[in-house]
């Protein structure tokens, strides 16, 4: 019986990556949450907003790309990129080496699959082809728990938009994440399309 249940999860994978093969977009329906935690339930006021006042810098990585961030973050640099953060607000950048760009189809079997396998109560909401300013990337859209507050060991579920940037055998992952219900669309819009490579 275990064994069924764990046949389905792959044929709902292969049906995904046929569709997202055909049309270049991979919704994602049923995802299966590997991870034994349950999703938190969303705010009815949730924090996180962005203000439209928001300042934003630029922030040049040694790593080849350029990208805008909101002023005032707490900032923390990795070998691999470097993140950005206040309160429940995110924003993740990392670079590796990549032989091609990724496809929706491979992401549906890859990113997203990580995700899901690895994160907190992850659901895989939809794979998307978008042109930003610095060329084509996909989108994985998908909301998440936060990590346990170290205090009240409290949880918020989170919405993020994953964004995969590929130039040149390197692929920057750039996460933007937020309480489920925040209005950030314009802000989340204006940092994705200031990623520029160098």
Not at 66 to 84: C, N, Q
Not at 110 to 121: D, F, P, Y
Not at 172 to 197: H, I
Request: aromatic share 6%; no cysteine; net charge positive.
């Amino acid at each position: 019986m275990q064994h069924r249940v764990k046949q389905h999860p792959r044929l709902a994978a292969m049906v995904i990556v046929a569709l997202a093969t055909l049309i270049g977009s991979a919704p994602i329906v049923g995802t299966p949450a590997i991870a034994t935690e349950r999703p938190a339930a969303p705010e009815k006021n949730p924090p996180g907003d962005i203000p439209d006042t928001q300042a934003f810098v630029t922030y040049m990585s040694p790593l080849g790309f350029s990208l805008k961030v909101p002023e005032g973050w707490a900032r923390t640099d990795r070998r691999d990129g470097a993140s950005f953060s206040d309160k429940y607000n995110a924003v993740n950048v990392t670079v590796a080496s990549a032989a091609s760009a990724p496809t929706a189809a491979s992401a549906a079997d890859h990113e997203a699959a990580l995700l899901v396998k690895a994160g907190r109560a992850v659901k895989v909401v939809a794979i998307r082809n978008v042109m930003l300013h610095a060329g084509p990337a996909l989108r994985i859209v998908y909301t998440s728990n936060s990590e346990p507050n170290a205090v009240t060991n409290k949880q918020l579920r989170l919405e993020s938009n994953r964004y995969l940037i590929y130039r040149g055998g390197k692929l920057a992952t750039l996460d933007l994440s937020a309480p489920l219900g925040a209005d950030n669309a314009d802000q989340w819009e204006l940092m994705s399309n200031s990623f520029q490579w160098r």
